[in-house]
Structure formats: C-alpha cells, structure tokens
C-alpha cells in the first residue's frame, strides 16, 4: 500500500508503488489502446490525476510528468513507425 507520509519522508515513491503502477498501465494513461496504453482522453486523464494526487501528489505528479515530457512528443507529433517503437516501451512494457 502506497504511504504518501513515507514518500514525503525519503523523497521518493517506493519500489512497489511504482512497479504497481506499471502492471495497471498508470504509465500509458493517454497512449492509444493499439499502442499498449489505455487511450483517456485529457478529461479523463486529468481527472484520474486528480484523484491520484490527492492521496499522493508526488504519485500525481510522477504520472503527470511521465505523460507530458516522457512521450508527449512522440504521440503528438511522431511518425507511425516511431510511434510502434517507442510507445510500447514507455507504458510498461
């Protein structure tokens, strides 16, 4: 179970947090379903960070940085064949 008080403690979010995250697919929130992501649309996205951070703002803000400058750019603006490549990867597998 996550302990925000814990991660404030060690600035850090503990290992099975984050790796509890990667089997939800918390990291590929607004990657296409075809691309191994869950496909929110930004409403729905920002709603579920939302939710997240008030329990843990750091979590909150270690998904909300991984959508915006982890792939951001290869979704918005990458070929099709980078985006086979490369977004996979980044939503946990």
């Known amino acids: 179970?996550?302990?925000?008080?814990k991660n404030d403690?060690?600035?850090?979010?503990?290992?099975p947090t984050l790796?509890?995250?990667w089997e939800l697919g918390a990291f590929g929130l607004q990657v296409p379903g075809e691309l191994g992501g869950l496909g929110l649309n930004n409403t729905q996205y920002a709603r579920l960070v939302e939710i997240v951070g008030a329990h843990d703002l750091g979590v909150g803000i270690t998904?909300?940085?991984?959508q915006s400058i982890g792939f951001k750019g290869?979704?918005?603006v990458g070929t099709p064949e980078q985006?086979?490549?490369y977004l996979p990867r980044v939503t946990g597998g």
């Open 74 to 76: 290869i979704l918005l």
């Open 19 to 21: 790796s509890g995250l």
């Open 1 to 5: 179970v996550n302990d925000p008080a």
């Open 63 to 66: 998904l909300g940085a991984h």
């Open 9 to 15: 403690a060690t600035a850090q979010i503990d290992e």
């Open 83 to 85: 985006k086979a490549k």
